[in-house]
């Protein structure tokens, strides 16, 4: 039985998640790719224009396959077009769009009536016009993800420096401009079949320091009842329903206020770690879905008597990486420890404070909150990354 799935870059989502996850269910798995010169000897894969839905249904049709679905937030509404036109389960392409456009995604929900976050769309080229009671604000690309080009600026004057800096690098993008929502970051994660959705919990989220909105740290910490309530009214919204998503929010004064929803599972091993901390073959169960199995079939646990915190090294200025420690498991008391690199020794970078910085990524799975805590800093005390300027 043949299975698809669509990307750009390697991810460990992919290497590590979906293609043993595959092998485990007896799939024969292809990644359909732009930039096959760019994955490992070892997997399989076929150049294709995996942001034309066209393409993807040309490259798969031939094959009959079992299942087609991406991990990638850009290529979420071409694979659910090809997946629909394929006759396979997948995503509703109108909740994939409106996922990945952010403005599209306020207007949504706004007509809803649940909730009203002054937004402004400033087109390519365009100058921003924002008026002055919006402030502080935040600008990004409309189409963005994870925090990449997303700045806090107090005034005006902050945000024409910042537009004309991401234009710099990318003169083409459109971007979004968006009051400031104060509170805590928290993430909510759901699985769905279509018809049923189901909580998986969610984290509690440590940012570095703004401008930008870095992702230092994040602590298991599933939302309450009425979040919960919200946030499922909220996403259904934007008709979301089907395999994994992943949404950010805060909450203030009880109310819950959406950031973004990427439709997908979290990123940058938190996936991983997600399915170590429940217990559960999650990347399996995403392609079950996709197989056209109903979500009771799946055997999601319903608590979790453990607690887990994930916390991301992260470079603090500009440099090549001369030493750094490799992957690593042990066992610290009651608490599994691991650490994982994102950057290879060798490589030069630049200091962005954002996620590009991420030098590996830490996590500990324990009994409780201060157990894993201490555990954690138990490690990071005995490891050390080096970069020269």
């Not at 009671?133 to 690309?141: E, I, L, N, S, T």
């Amino acid at each position: 039985m043949r299975l698809y799935l669509t990307a750009l870059n390697p991810t460990d989502a992919v290497l590590d998640g979906f293609l043993p996850a595959a092998a485990a269910l007896g799939l024969s798995a292809t990644v359909l790719t732009d930039r096959p010169a760019d994955w490992p000897a070892d997997v399989r894969v076929a150049r294709c224009a995996v942001r034309d839905p066209a393409a993807v249904v040309a490259a798969a049709a031939p094959t009959q396959p079992v299942a087609l679905l991406s991990n990638s937030d850009h290529l979420q509404e071409a694979t659910a077009i090809a997946a629909r036109k394929l006759g396979l389960p997948g995503k509703d392409p109108d909740a994939a769009r409106l996922c990945k456009d952010k403005a599209a995604a306020r207007r949504a929900i706004a007509a809803a009536g649940l909730d009203l976050v002054r937004t402004v769309t400033v087109d390519a080229g365009a100058p921003p016009e924002v008026p002055t009671g919006m402030f502080p604000a935040v600008v990004k690309p409309r189409e963005g993800v994870a925090s990449e080009d997303a700045y806090l600026v107090a005034d005006h004057a902050e945000l024409v420096a910042r537009v004309t800096e991401i234009r710099d690098r990318r003169p083409d993008v459109a971007l979004v401009v968006e009051e400031y929502l104060a509170g805590e970051l928290r993430t909510f994660e759901t699985l769905g079949d279509g018809t049923e959705l189901a909580s998986l919990g969610g984290w509690r989220t440590g940012l570095g320091p703004p401008p930008t909105f870095t992702e230092e740290s994040l602590a298991w910490s599933p939302p309450s009842e009425s979040a919960r309530t919200q946030l499922l009214a909220l996403i259904d919204a934007l008709g979301v329903g089907f395999g994994a998503c992943h949404t950010e929010y805060v909450v203030s004064d009880g109310r819950v206020r959406l950031i973004e929803v990427n439709y997908r599972l979290i990123g940058d091993r938190m996936d991983l770690i997600l399915a170590e901390l429940l217990g559960v073959p999650l990347f399996e169960y995403v392609l079950r879905l996709h197989l056209g199995e109903p979500l009771t079939a799946l055997g999601l646990p319903d608590t979790v008597d453990r607690h887990a915190r994930v916390e991301y090294v992260c470079a603090d200025r500009s440099g090549r990486l001369v030493a750094a420690p490799g992957p690593l498991d042990t066992v610290h008391g009651d608490v599994r420890l691991g650490c994982r690199p994102l950057r290879e020794v060798g490589r030069t970078a630049e200091h962005t404070g954002t996620n590009r910085d991420y030098l590996a990524v830490l996590h500990g799975i324990g009994p409780d909150e201060g157990t894993v805590r201490q555990s954690l800093a138990v490690l990071r005390g005995d490891l050390q990354w080096t970069i020269v300027e």
